[in-house]
């Protein structure tokens, strides 16, 4: 029997870099939420464990070395920890684009443990499913949950937030179709500190917030300030920044009505451009 999962956009509300560390990382604040839609994952019961990419961004992992795929790191993982003799067939619908912003490998690697653990029938509880997903990346402990956020350390010592005011807002995420390199925005990040992410409502928080990784990412992406641009300029725009460490932009909407008029309007200025619209989780 086929199962599938969804792989959820992220979105960084807010992102503010504190500082960077003696281990070559950074002190991170965020806000995550997660869109409705993203990459499909699918499994079925088989010897070993494989993966299959398709779908409209599947060239882009083509030359990628499987054995670095977080996906089937992510499987592996799971095998180790809980003694798995079974394999599974994965097939990745490619839907978002590579290097943007909005989770990508993070979430396809966090989508994988919650699929598979239930096609082994594994304990969907069992603290070692989250301790796994601590070893593949900052992001995928977030992802794993894919509910809103807060983010500190890296970003994988998480807040449960009260996420009912963001839940089932209208969202538009666009991508000028540019892949950008984390490492190079966090380089190009100018050392400043600005001060704390606010506490308490996660809405008056992200909006109070900023992206400290918007500005290098511009320098590297001039796009970027196009897609900012453009987004601003529709009705009944609550909120528009830049996600994670780009180029991934969004805006969230008072109404669909809103959200739909630009997507349709960006769509016919910018047909280049990706684009998804869809609501917060």
């Known amino acids: 029997m086929r199962d599938r999962e969804t792989a959820f956009a992220k979105i960084n509300l807010a992102l503010h870099v504190r500082r960077r560390r003696a281990d070559g990382y950074h002190d991170l604040e965020t806000l995550f939420a997660f869109a ?35 996906v089937l790191r992510a499987g592996e993982a799971l095998r180790m920890a809980f003694g798995v003799t079974a394999g599974a067939a994965l097939t990745l619908d490619k839907r978002l684009p590579v290097a943007s912003g909005i989770g990508g490998g993070s979430a396809d ?19 070692r499913i989250t301790a796994i997903s601590a070893t593949l990346g900052a992001d995928v402990p977030a992802c794993l949950g894919s509910v809103a956020t807060r983010g500190d350390g890296r970003g994988d010592r998480l807040v449960g937030v009260d996420a009912a005011a963001l839940t089932g807002m209208p969202l538009l995420l666009v991508n000028p179709g540019v892949a950008l390199s984390t490492a190079a925005v966090f380089a190009g990040w100018d050392g400043q500190d600005r001060g704390a992410l606010a506490v308490g409502a996660p809405w008056a928080a992200a909006r109070s917030g900023r992206n400290d990784l918007e500005p290098p990412a511009r320098v590297l992406v001039p796009g970027i300030v196009a897609v900012l641009d453009e987004l601003g300029a529709g009705e009944g725009v609550r909120l528009v920044r830049m996600s994670g460490s780009g180029a991934t932009c969004f805006a969230l909407y008072e109404d669909a009505r809103g959200r739909d008029a630009a997507a349709a309007r960006i769509a016919v200025a910018r047909p280049e451009w990706w684009r998804l619209a869809t609501r917060l989780r």
């Open 109 to 127: 690697a966090a989508a994988a443990l919650r699929l598979l653990v239930r096609v082994w029938r594994l304990p969907a509880g069992d603290p």
């Open 36 to 70: 409705e839609e993203g990459d499909v994952l699918h499994a079925t019961p088989a010897d070993a464990l494989s993966l299959t990419v398709g779908g409209p961004f599947a060239a882009a992992l083509a030359g990628d070395d499987p054995a670095d795929n977080l």
